[in-house]
């Protein structure tokens, strides 16, 4: 009986041990990855409840930010000043 037990608790420390963490999508990944978001961006061409607002979102921001870059703002030139008239 105690082997039956050692050896279940055995095999379920072997299947907690080969079990991975799921992998956390974030934009920066995204962005560090052109291919996988050049995947998921189809992925949810192809069937956007499937994949969920989340991803796609993240993939929208992470095509947004790599055409943008920086995201430098606008910053307007000044406006011209004519010159002034001579005085008579």
């Known amino acids: 009986m105690k082997t039956h037990f050692l050896t ?3 095999f379920i ?6 079990n991975k963490p799921a992998h ?3 934009v920066e990944s995204l962005i560090a990855n052109p291919e996988h978001l050049k995947e998921v961006r189809a992925q949810c061409k ?3 409840a499937k994949v969920g607002d989340a991803l796609c ?3 929208a921001e992470a095509t947004r930010r790599r055409f943008m870059g920086g995201g ?3 910053t307007p030139a000044p406006p011209a000043i004519p010159p002034s008239a001579p005085k008579e």
């Open 24 to 26: 956390i999508e974030s």
């Open 72 to 74: 430098t703002p606008y």
């Open 8 to 10: 279940v608790v055995a």
């Open 46 to 48: 192809a069937d956007h």
């Open 13 to 18: 420390v072997l299947l907690a041990a080969c």
């Open 57 to 59: 979102n993240m993939a």
